[in-house]
Structure formats: C-alpha cells, structure tokens
C-alpha cells in the first residue's frame, strides 16, 4: 500500500521568510511520481510540481523549489520569500502502480505580513 | 480549455434525502477520480472510472454510494439516503492518461451539507 507523511501540521512564517514543508512517502513499487498540490482558503486544489521516480534532480522554479531524495523516500518542498498569498495547505501526494494518488495529511502554512 | 467543472458548487440536503454531484472532465480526459475531503482533513480516494468502467472503488463506502462516468455527458457521484457524516467536499479530478503519472487536474469541489 502507497502512504505519504506529513508530519508538519501548521506552519507560520513571516512574509519573506523561506517555508520547507517535509513529505515521506512508502511504495514497494520502483516506478511512481510524487506530487505537490496547493489549496488556498478559496477550496481549490492546485498542481504544483510533479516528480517522477527515476529523476532525482533537484530544481528550483521561481519561488518553488524540491528536493527529492529516494535514499530517505522524501519529497521536500520549500517556497522562498513566502508571501501572504502563499497561505494554504500544501498536500504531498503519489501515484504508482495502483493508479490512484494517494494524499498526505497535508500542511497548513500561514504567511504573516 | 476548459478545467474540470463540478456543479454544484454548494449543495445542501436533509437526511434522507438523494444527493448527485456532477464532474465534467476536461476535454480528452477519459479518465475521472473522485476524492472526499472531510472538514479539517486530508483526501481520500474514493473512485476511478474510465469511461463507462469502474476501475477501481475501493475508496466507496458500500451502501449509498455509486459511480458512474457514461460514453455521454458528466460523471455522477450519487449517494443516497444522506447522513449528517456525509457532509464534506466532493472533488473530481480527470487525466488523459495514467501510465505516465500525468497530474490529476482537480474541479472546484462541491460543498455538501447534510441538515
């Protein structure tokens, strides 16, 4: 069975502080791909970044950034210069051989101006 | 190109009473999920239909709940004779394809409430 850890629950920051959310994930599977949603308080879900198992590559996409490391089965996630938009909770997710995307808990983060 | 569209947005029923969520998968999406997200909670699968197939519900709850995702038109959630326990947010997501882990593009969501 698939399953991501989000062992942050809430985070607060202060605007322009950097944001590193944590995400674990478990599969038997060597073939999968992780995932970063965004759900503002407006209630929809938003892709972010896709990684799949075979690229270990880190990357940086203007604010975002991920850092994916197969040894520890993590799937980090870091906003930089976080600003009051950004406030949202950040689900981890993977999808695999069972054709489904299974979430984690998810992570509140909160941007104070 | 459209995203995936899910009416109603809002949706409140008494106990007893039917519910019918609606998801229009964006266009060439043959494949439509379904995710229940109660309040303070993360999502949880429910269902994965490719059209007019029902691939995988394991996520469904037994009774009450069904799915379908005919040739034609939406995808239904249906579920029947709610209960307060059912009151949560209905997301739809579609994808053309799964083999390459393409991003599951989610709708809005529908907010039930069971009174």
């Known amino acids: 069975a698939q399953k991501v850890t989000q062992a942050q629950t809430e985070i607060s920051v202060v605007e322009k502080e950097d944001v590193t959310l944590d995400c674990v994930y478990e599969t038997r599977d060597t073939t999968y791909y992780l995932f970063w949603y965004k759900q503002p308080p407006s209630g929809e879900l938003v892709f972010l970044i896709r990684?799949?198992?075979?690229?270990?590559q880190n990357e940086i996409s203007g604010r975002y950034s991920w850092n994916f490391q197969k040894s520890t089965s993590s799937f980090n996630f870091t906003i930089t210069a976080s600003q009051v938009v950004d406030s949202a909770v950040y689900f981890c997710a993977l999808f695999s051989n069972d054709y489904k995307l299974s979430f984690g808990a998810g992570t509140t983060v909160t941007v104070r101006a | 190109n459209a995203g995936v569209m899910q009416n109603p947005r809002h949706l409140v029923r008494r106990r007893g009473q039917e519910a019918r969520l609606r998801c229009s998968p964006m266009k060439g999406h043959s494949h439509v999920y379904w995710y229940r997200q109660l309040p303070e909670e993360g999502l949880k699968f429910m269902v994965y239909?490719?059209?007019?197939?029902?691939?995988?519900e394991s996520g469904m709850p037994k009774e009450r709940f069904s799915a379908e995702f005919p040739k034609e038109g939406p995808s239904i959630l249906r579920i029947q004779q709610v209960v307060r326990g059912d009151s949560a947010a209905y997301f739809c997501?579609?994808?053309?394809?799964?083999?390459?882990?393409?991003?599951?593009?989610f709708g809005n969501g529908t907010r039930l409430t069971v009174t």
């Open positions: 997501a579609s994808s053309p394809r799964v083999q390459d882990g393409s991003p599951l593009h």
């Open positions: 990684r799949n198992s075979f690229d270990e």
């Open positions: 239909l490719q059209k007019e197939n029902i691939i995988d």
